[in-house]
């Protein structure tokens, strides 16, 4: 099984702050890259996905993806009580999605 | 357009008991698949199906079994439950194999 490691968190930011989340990948041959977002007791939301070394903005959200260093980052700029919830990176090896166990975000208003 | 859509939202089984878990999706998407998530462990494949008449085990298929119905279903089966089995359970699809997924809201299964 592929590698998808996450910091657990909590991470806590205060209301209007910048969120970093990182998320490392052991397959180096991985092509595709995604950030979904869980609320407790809710499914996976698909926020962002990128596919190519560099940045991806979307919004208030940002994806990262370094693939020499099999790196990948979301960041969330003025962040807003709305984004406290588990942020998820997932990793596309071999046409199958490997999911980390997700990184919570409390943001403190 | 309702998506993924997943039945039942809740259930609670006896250890050996079995049921079917069901999963339907209006998108026209070709590959479908189930997820167990469990505290701290993240999402877990259990089975996929990439096409319609296709099915392929995930990592951790055992004591799971699944079925395409059509290009919309796809169920996933418990022969005899075990507490193990007490998880949540989501169904997702994507247009093909390796794009992005969309979930259904899932089913909280408990084993006692």
């Known amino acids: 099984q592929k590698e998808v490691e996450q910091n657990s968190g909590p991470l806590s930011v205060p209301e209007g702050a910048i969120a970093s989340l990182n998320c490392t990948y052991s397959?180096?041959?991985?092509?595709?890259f995604f950030w979904y977002r869980q609320y407790s007791g809710k499914s996976p939301e698909l926020i962002m996905f990128i596919y190519s070394n560099g940045d991806k903005e979307d919004g208030r959200f940002t994806a990262q993806l370094n693939k020499a260093s099999q790196y990948v980052s979301l960041l969330i700029r003025d962040s807003q009580p709305s984004d406290s919830a588990t942020y998820l990176c997932?990793?596309?090896?071999?046409?199958?999605?490997?999911f980390g166990a997700g990184t919570t975000v409390t943001v403190r208003a | 357009n309702a998506g993924v859509t997943q039945t039942p939202k809740f259930q609670v089984l006896k250890t050996g008991q079995s049921m079917t878990l069901q999963c339907a999706q209006d998108m026209n998407h070709n590959s479908m698949y189930w997820y167990r998530q469990d505290p701290g462990m993240g999402l877990r494949l259990i089975y996929y199906?990439?096409?319609?008449?296709?099915?392929d085990k995930g990592e951790v298929p055992n004591g799971y079994n699944v079925s395409r119905l059509n290009k919309r279903e796809f169920s996933l089966r418990l022969e005899s439950a075990a507490p193990s089995q007490t998880s949540v359970y989501f169904c997702a699809s994507s247009i093909g194999q390796g794009n992005e997924q969309y979930f259904g809201p899932g089913t909280r299964l408990t084993v006692t």
């Open positions: 199906s990439a096409s319609e008449g296709t099915t």
């Open positions: 997932a990793v596309n090896s071999d046409y199958k999605l490997s």
């Open positions: 397959d180096r041959g991985s092509q595709s």
